[in-house]
DNA sequence: GAACGATTTTTGAAATGTCAAAGGTTTGGC
DNA sequence: GCCAAACCTTTGACATTTCAAAAATCGTTC
């Protein structure tokens, strides 16, 4: 290697650390919001196209799907990271469709729980695996060793993220 | 290695398959999905807390803070991914609060052209510093090498995504 | 130069989102 | 038993979001 090579070099290094280098997080993090937002509106636009469903009532009925005994609408607010008062007005409109039931416990009336009828089992199951499929059609470029790198990585960053909120978001 | 020891392993390897590997991209998403509203909401509640400002107002300031001659109102609803009726009420509150300016050019009467006030300049970019501050902190206990390899393989995933749309965004 | 089609923004209805404050209910001392 | 603190949900005020339809303007064509 002669000396100009060796230079130059250096000076890629430098260029690099100060062009890629810096802002990564900030970069990473505006690649992830626009990608997120990407799929989000394709699975909004499919949702309501061929189900006639909204994203967070899909994300809602997914929780309620999984606890065939219910949850709380707390418990719910938590899951689906919506806050208590918007898990109020989706479950009211889930209920007006008859997707799901609302009921008070004997033991503490201050609670709700919802839980999904039987039509709302029965749709959320068919909107699901339209769902699944959807997400692997729109990942069907990216090799499956890196999606599942991908899981493993951003689990890191999610993992950080929970380590440095101001707030009061703990678990 | 034994008999038993050897078969133990395919086992695991069969419910690893069966486990891990299927719906990968699912999971993948759910995650990406999580990690996002995470960040978002850290970043809404210091927004708030810190300037009395919204996440989608700094984001359609940001596009306005590097196109310092303004853009039109269907430009940034495209660099935003917000829908054009949005722009609308978000530049019209900013236009109340003194941060951006809206101006229709002579040769062409349709069109709005927003843009930053200089007190909007101002307020974005003690805003960006910090934005760009509470990222790098959040992300701190994550590898540098592992952030920039996240923004490669986002980068493939949203190269996938934008080939397997159904519906009308092309570039 | 009147009319038609294309472009651009606004409007209106409905849903989702946040936050803070208010309403009930329960629980634990006393 | 009663009161205060804690817990859970709802409410109310706004901001953001989407979609579709309407409004305004431009350019072109005849």
Redesign the interface.
């Known amino acids: 290697m002669t000396e100009s090579e060796s230079a130059n070099v250096d000076l890629e290094i430098i260029v690099q650390g100060a062009q890629?280098?810096k802002?990564?997080?900030?970069?990473?993090?505006l690649?992830?919001?626009?990608?997120?937002?990407?799929?989000?509106?394709?699975i909004r636009?499919?949702l309501r196209n061929e189900f006639g469903a909204t994203l967070p009532q899909f994300d809602l009925m997914a929780q309620l799907y999984r606890e065939r005994e219910g949850l709380r609408l707390g418990e719910l607010s938590k899951r689906t990271?919506v806050t208590n008062g918007n898990v109020t007005g989706l479950v009211e409109r889930l209920e007006a469709d008859g997707l799901v039931l609302r009921v008070t416990p004997d033991g503490d009336r201050r609670v709700t729980v919802a839980k999904l009828t039987a039509k709302g089992e029965t749709s959320f199951s068919a909107m699901a695996a339209a769902?699944?499929g959807w997400?692997?059609?729109?990942?069907?470029?990216?090799d499956?060793a890196?999606?599942?790198?991908?899981?493993r990585?951003?689990?890191?960053?999610?993992?950080?993220?929970?380590?440095?909120?101001?707030?009061a978001?703990f678990e």
Not at 37 to 42: N, P, V
């Open positions: 890629e280098g802002k990564l997080e900030l970069r990473l993090w690649r992830m919001l626009s990608t997120t937002k990407l799929i989000s509106q394709e636009r499919r990271m769902h699944e997400l692997r059609d729109m990942m069907a470029d990216v499956p890196i999606v599942s790198e991908l899981w990585d951003i689990g890191e960053v999610k993992s950080s993220v929970s380590n440095h909120l101001s707030g978001d």
